[in-house]
């Protein structure tokens, strides 16, 4: 590799790394999380982050069980035939999602209880 080759790569490292930070202080917040649930584009539910509990949300479609446990919240059990968001990994941070395409729900991470 020529040396301005080299230059070029870490520069283009260096400014990912520095959008990747400015990303995360700029959605850095103090205010309290919480989990809405909407179905349809419809909210079915608001739940506080810092509270453990678990939801089941039923319909004529199917069920999904949404646990909520030490500041995440993840999908346990569903009875869609794909079972992608129970694969989703545990959410914590605005914007984050799960969403469950069969039944038409969706869990996303909010600041406060709106």
Same mark, same amino acid.
């Given at each position: 590799?020529?040396?301005?080759?080299?230059?070029?790569?870490?520069?283009?490292?260096?400014?990912?790394?520095?959008?990747?930070?400015?990303?995360?202080?700029?959605?850095?917040?103090?205010?309290?999380?919480?989990?809405?649930?909407?179905?349809? +584009? @419809?909210? *079915?539910?608001?739940? %506080?982050?810092?509270?453990?509990?678990?939801? /089941?949300?039923? &319909?004529?479609?199917?069920?999904?069980?949404?646990?909520?446990?030490?500041?995440?919240?993840?999908?346990?059990?569903?009875?869609?035939?794909?079972?992608?968001?129970?694969?989703?990994?545990?959410?914590?941070?605005? +914007? @984050?999602? *799960?969403?469950?395409? %069969?039944?038409?729900?969706?869990?996303?991470? /909010?600041?406060? &209880?709106?």
């Amino acid at each position: 590799m020529k040396k301005n080759e080299i230059i070029i790569i870490v520069g283009l490292l260096a400014v990912s790394l520095i959008g990747i930070a400015a990303f995360y202080l700029i959605n850095k917040t103090d205010s309290p999380l919480s989990v809405r649930v909407t179905r349809q +584009g @419809e909210v *079915i539910g608001i739940f %506080p982050l810092s509270e453990d509990r678990t939801e /089941i949300f039923t &319909d004529a479609t199917g069920f999904n069980t949404l646990e909520i446990s030490d500041g995440t919240a993840k999908m346990v059990e569903a009875d869609c035939p794909d079972h992608i968001c129970v694969k989703t990994y545990p959410i914590s941070s605005p +914007g @984050e999602t *799960i969403v469950c395409l %069969p039944h038409k729900l969706v869990v996303e991470v /909010i600041t406060g &209880d709106s």
